[in-house]
């Protein structure tokens, strides 16, 4: 029996220490904080429009997230905030083998891709929510973005002639428009954890990228255009520095 008042009254005295610290860090006021967090990049339908003069085969896939951001609280519900995130993302080349299946049928093709590389840097403002420990952000954002166009190549033999089509990795940079939120819970008197999720849109163009075929021994370049109306989810999760 001691054994048992003796557990209840430690869970007694755990819970009124939480409740107490709780009680604590509810009442403590930041109006600044710096987010490090890393998770997910997934791509979703862009906001932009693309254009049909300079189409591309190319598309991104599911990737990896990592971003640092800040912000600073003006008023008892408002501030500003910036936010740097780089993305690098897997590339989808499925549409470069059906679309030659169907111009050059009954050849044996295959595709390779390398990495989309895209850094957004934006800001904007922000309000702010308080519930005791718990902090939720509503943001909109708009900025700069650096994509970084990958290599792909296409290889196959066309009535036993080798053939490829190897493009040019690029990079350029393009206007970015945005929106996130974030929910926060605090943990000690100047860190939190975090779980973020923005959604960023942009068009980029690459107007320089070389083209190169080579059928059996010949081969020749071609200067062609692409334009990636391109959307991404971000997923991610951190700790952030309240001050």
């Known amino acids: ?89 897997a590339t989808g080349t499925q549409k470069l083998v059906s679309n030659i299946q169907i111009s050059h049928p009954g050849g044996n093709w295959a595709s390779t891709g390398g990495t989309w590389n895209c850094s957004h840097f934006v800001a904007g403002p922000y309000i702010t929510f308080k519930a005791g420990i718990w902090m939720f952000d509503a943001r909109v954002t708009g900025g700069y973005s650096w994509i970084q166009r990958p290599t792909t190549e296409l290889k196959g033999n066309f ?28 943990i000690t008197r100047n860190f939190a954890l975090a779980l973020h999720a923005d959604y960023v849109s942009t068009k980029a163009s690459f107007n320089d990228l070389t083209s190169t075929l080579t059928i059996g021994k010949d081969q020749g370049d071609e200067r062609i255009r692409e334009v990636h109306p391109i959307g991404s989810l971000n997923l991610t999760g951190g700790l952030s520095l309240l001050f």
């Open 159 to 186: 009535y036993d002639v080798p053939l490829s089509i190897k493009t040019t990795q690029s990079r350029n940079g393009s206007f970015t428009v945005g929106s996130g939120a974030s929910v926060r819970c605090k």
């Open 1 to 89: 029996m001691k054994k048992i008042y003796t557990l209840v009254i430690g869970l007694l005295a755990t819970g009124m220490s939480f409740a107490q610290q709780s009680f604590i860090l509810s009442h403590i006021d930041h109006r600044g904080f710096v987010n490090i967090s890393g998770g997910v990049s997934i791509p979703v339908k862009s906001l932009m429009q693309g254009d049909p003069t300079a189409p591309s085969d190319i598309t991104a896939l599911r990737g990896t997230s990592m971003q640092i951001s800040g912000g600073y609280r003006l008023t008892r519900r408002v501030g500003v905030m910036g936010s740097f995130t780089n993305c690098l993302n």
